[in-house]
Antibody, heavy 122, light 107 residues
Framework: QVQLVESGGGVVQPGRSLRLSCAASGFTFSNYGMHWVRQAPGKGLEWVAVIWYDGGNKYYADSVKGRFTISRDNSKNTLYLQMNSLKAEDTAVYYC???????????????WGQGTLVTVSS | DIQMTQSPSTLSASVGDRVTITCRASQSISSWLAWYQQKPGKAPKLLIYKASSLESGVPSRFSGSGSGTEFTLTISSLQPDDFATYYCQQYNSYPFTFGGGTKVEIK
């Protein structure tokens, strides 16, 4: 069965960096686009970034553009989110999610991880 | 960027009620809309994709309709397990965007 397991969250000071990982299993990772979505405490969902199945294209929310970098290692079945210059408003649970269709055919988010909490605080 | 506006933000209903949630896009997204259900402390769960396609395993009391800029999620007969927060999301163009959410509460 499809499993997505995030890790790397924690408490970090403003201005510092953190890298999240998402380990994927139960499907052919290299065939699917992958996303990061976050949710601030008590707030709604915010889409963060996407990387296409082959890593050829990446897109970001305006709120993180220039600070966050999404990447993937298809040989390790792992998705990453490098977060630099962190701000208090980046505090959230970060979810990785897999698209519903292979090779970009259906970009809705079918499978989600359990999330990892990032707290940006001094 | 495409803005997604959900209404209402909160909805109080009873078991057995018919419930409708509306989602409006700031520009046409064709039928590239998904609906998710989220319960406290849990990841979102896909209910509907391509505006009206029911995801496998989702009860048939859930249905979606609409195209262009106006969409609805309907629960035909609300069940105890349906009390949750619902989000729409457009995947027509990047950056993808979510609606603000609709919390369905027990009346």
């Amino acid at each position: 069965q499809v499993q997505l397991v995030e890790s790397g969250g924690g408490v970090v000071q403003p201005g510092r960096s953190l890298r999240l990982s998402c380990a994927a299993s139960g499907f052919t990772f290299s065939n699917y686009g992958m996303h990061w979505v976050r949710q601030a405490p008590g707030k709604g969902l915010e889409w963060v970034a996407v990387i296409w199945y082959d890593g050829g294209n990446k897109y970001y929310a305006d709120s993180v553009k220039g600070r966050f970098t999404i990447s993937r290692d298809n040989s390790k079945n792992t998705l990453y989110l490098q977060m630099n210059s962190l701000k208090a408003e980046d505090t959230a649970v970060y979810y990785c999610a897999r698209e519903g269709g292979s090779r970009g055919y259906s970009a809705y988010l079918l499978y989600w991880g359990q999330g990892t909490l990032v707290t940006v605080s001094s | 960027d495409i803005q997604m506006t959900q209404s209402p933000s909160t909805l109080s209903a009873s078991v057995g009620d018919r419930v409708t949630i509306t989602c409006r896009a700031s520009q046409s997204i064709s039928s590239w809309l998904a609906w998710y259900q989220q319960k406290p402390g849990k990841a979102p769960k896909l209910l509907i994709y391509k505006a009206s396609s029911l995801e496998s395993g989702v009860p048939s009391r859930f249905s979606g309709s609409g195209s262009g800029t106006e969409f609805t999620l309907t629960i035909s007969s609300l069940q105890p397990d349906d009390f949750a927060t619902y989000y729409c999301q457009q995947y027509n163009s990047y950056p993808f965007t979510f609606g603000g959410g609709t919390k369905v509460e027990i009346k």
